[in-house]
């Protein structure tokens, strides 16, 4: 079954920048289940972490994290807000999963340099909502 593609709703000022339109591609490869540009993005010394959970290091692990997340392969994506500064960066927003669950996202990056686009390491925070909470 060929699952369509998902809704992404980005805030206007999002992506005024190379590292803000590479956080938007980032979030919008995991939410269309876009395993190349995900594997580009990380490196085999990539630490990748749901808050809570258990640090996971390289790209290959990292991609099968992906993949059991709530976040692989959603219904609609909003990210509302991006933000960087040199080796950091950051975003937050929303998602439904195909699941119909709802939940609201946090992101921190750590880039291995600050013009690069290899991720040193990424934290999610999830929290699932009900229904059209906010």
Not at 61 to 68: D, G, V, W, Y
Request: some cysteine.
């Amino acid at each position: 079954m060929k699952m369509s593609k998902p809704i992404i709703d980005v805030a206007p000022d999002c992506g005024n920048s190379p590292r803000r339109k590479f956080i938007k591609e980032f979030n919008t490869a995991i939410a269309s289940g876009d395993s190349e540009t995900i594997s580009r993005s990380v490196s085999p010394q990539t630490v990748f972490q749901i808050a809570g959970k258990k640090e996971i290091i390289g790209a290959e692990k990292i991609l099968k994290a992906f993949e059991k997340t709530p976040m692989w392969k959603l219904k609609r994506l909003s990210i509302e807000t991006i933000i960087t500064h040199g080796r950091d960066a950051s975003s937050s927003g929303s998602f439904i999963s195909t699941r119909d669950e709802f939940f609201a996202y946090s992101q921190v990056f750590k880039f291995n340099s600050a013009g690069g686009s290899q991720i040193k390491s990424v934290r999610i925070y999830l929290i699932k909502l009900k229904k059209n909470q906010s």
